[in-house]
């Protein structure tokens, strides 16, 4: 019994070190986070303070009371959700019937066209962004919506993604709607949309969550106050000569705790999601 209890031990020795290693690189990976949310609560001053308070002694609540009488927070705020969602719709739309087309149809030219899907995920979108940007200009959608929305809805990753769903399908199942005299806009919709549900789940939350936090882009087109972004009114905070940090970092808080609501609501989704495009893909 000691040496089976011992030879447990020593199979178990591991696990428990790679545990560990795994909590410790986890905090250190929050601890950058935890520092904004307590600094948030303390005054300039208090942020500079030596030695550091590692938890705030005092809560000092006027840097978001500051934050929302002095700026349009709300309105950036609502920006982003439009902006965030209306993306990220489209995207998933246009995907979806891409990769659907790419991997259950037959037509000429079907593997250049993904091998041109491909080789467009290895292009940094900062490489075409001023010829974008004209065309924008062109078309007079600078300082709105569309402005912000419309050049977004252009990206393969959401095909790219979406193929290995749509690729896990059995074939059977479409051939079986054929048979019962369904059209390819029924099958699509209606039958081989709900199987793939978990990849859509997945790619609504990395493509909302990349145009939420898409700094340079909506910096480019966002001209007016009123039209800011949530991650571009913030970081107007930075470029301000007042040297309070605490108002700043209440000010990173409220452009974080949307993101970080909606992963722990929907992070379930999002594993599976990845998880079967993994296992099936």
Do not use: H
């Not at 259950?104 to 080789?119: A, E, S, W, Y």
């Not at 062109?138 to 050049?151: A, Q, V």
């Not at 700043?248 to 079967?276: E, N, S």
Request: aromatic content about 16%; overall charge positive; glycine content about 6%.
């Amino acid at each position: 019994m000691k040496r089976r209890w011992r030879r447990r031990k020593k199979a178990e020795l591991p696990d428990r070190i790679a545990n560990m290693v795994v909590v410790f690189l986890a905090v250190l990976n929050l601890f950058p986070f935890y520092w904004m949310i307590t600094s948030s609560f303390k005054t300039s001053a208090g942020i500079f303070k030596m030695p550091p308070d590692w938890f705030p002694t005092t809560f000092y609540f006027q840097n978001y009371v500051d934050l929302f009488t002095g700026q349009p927070i709300v309105r950036w705020a609502v920006n982003s959700i439009i902006v965030a969602l209306g993306t990220t719709i489209l995207v998933i739309i246009c995907s979806t019937m891409a990769a659907y087309a790419i991997s259950m149809l037959q037509f000429p030219g079907k593997k250049i066209v993904f091998g041109v899907v491909i080789f467009s995920l290895m292009i940094p979108k900062e490489i075409f962004i001023v010829p974008l940007f004209e065309i924008v200009q062109t078309f007079r959608w600078s300082d709105n919506y569309l402005g912000m929305i419309l050049p977004n809805v252009a990206t393969c990753f959401g095909v790219f993604l979406m193929k290995g769903f749509f690729d896990s399908v059995p074939e059977s199942l479409r051939e079986a709607a054929k048979l019962d005299g369904a059209n390819e806009f029924v099958i699509f919709y209606r039958i081989i949309l709900p199987v793939v549900k978990p990849g859509i789940g997945a790619l609504f939350i990395l493509n909302f969550v990349q145009v939420w936090n898409n700094y340079l882009w909506q910096m480019l087109i966002a001209r007016s106050k009123e039209m800011m972004t949530l991650q571009v009114g913030i970081a107007s905070l930075m470029m301000d000569i007042n040297p309070n940090f605490a108002y700043k970092m209440a000010g990173a808080v409220i452009a974080a705790l949307p993101m970080l609501i909606m992963f722990i609501f929907f992070q379930k989704y999002f594993t599976k999601g990845i998880t079967v495009g993994s296992v099936k893909g």
